[in-house]
């Protein structure tokens, strides 16, 4: 299976301020049809995860311009600008590229 | 708006069954492959199961399989997750999930199991 390896595993952030969690995965996720999978997602406390992006840079319906991703092959990056209280959670990345999908760690983005 | 339930978790013994279902709404069924995901402390986040939109097409973890079967109802809008010869290490918080431009594009409220003697 391809191991996703999520960093930090841990993440202080002053509101408004700006953050970046890494993805890796242990082999590249460009699959033979051209794209990327991979998305990332957020769980907020006591709630399910819900979708950001996928493929790596798309944002999904209604989530704000504040979210970006970005990366290719092996290395990608969530950015998150002028953190607000209901970004607060835990961060997942998903591959899909290659069965059977795997979820990284997990980061969890708290407040200092 | 898009609304996945589910429902029949609960505490089993070791090596006996449940079922799990969930109801969807808001969206055309027949349309979407499904899902289901569980999470756990230590293990984190784990597809177990997907179908395809007609039921024809399936697929499981490698841990699961020969064990547990997905399946689907798309006249009543309902999917569900057959569990059989249950392992400890099989308890966790159970999602239905529906895919779309993106695996697990939406997710219901999860149901637990804990499986135990």
């Known amino acids: 299976d391809v191991l996703m390896t999520q960093t930090p595993v841990s993440l202080p952030v002053s509101l408004g301020g700006q953050v970046s969690i890494s993805c890796r995965s242990s082999?590249?996720?460009?699959?033979?049809?051209?794209?990327?999978?991979l998305h990332w997602y957020l769980q907020k406390p006591g709630q399910s995860p819900q979708l950001l992006i996928y493929?790596?840079?798309n944002r999904f319906s209604g989530v704000p311009d504040r979210f970006s991703g970005s990366g290719s092959g092996t290395d990608f990056t969530l950015k998150i600008s002028r953190v607000e209280p209901e970004d607060l959670g835990v961060y997942y990345c998903?591959?899909?590229?290659?069965?059977?999908?795997?979820f990284g760690g997990g980061t969890k983005l708290e407040l200092k | 708006e898009v609304q996945l339930v589910e429902s029949g978790g609960g505490l089993v013994q070791p090596g006996r069954s449940l079922k799990l279902s969930c109801a969807a709404s808001?969206?055309?069924?027949?349309?979407?492959?499904m899902a289901w995901v569980r999470q756990t402390p230590t293990k984190g986040l784990e597809w177990v199961a997907s179908?395809?939109?007609?039921?024809?097409?399936?697929y499981y973890r490698d841990s699961v399989k020969g064990r547990f079967t997905i399946s689907r109802d798309n006249a009543k809008n309902t999917q569900y997750l057959q569990m059989d010869s249950l392992r400890s290490e099989d308890t966790a918080t159970y999602y239905c999930?529906?895919?779309?431009?993106?695996?697990?594009?939406?997710w219901g409220q999860g149901t637990l199991v804990t499986v135990s003697s």
């Open positions: 999930a529906r895919h779309g431009a993106t695996p697990f594009a939406y």
């Open positions: 808001g969206f055309t069924f027949s349309n979407y492959g």
């Open positions: 179908i395809s939109t007609g039921g024809g097409n399936t």
């Open positions: 082999q590249s996720l460009v699959h033979s049809d051209g794209n990327t999978y």
């Open positions: 493929r790596v840079s």
């Open positions: 998903l591959q899909s590229t290659h069965f059977p999908p795997t």
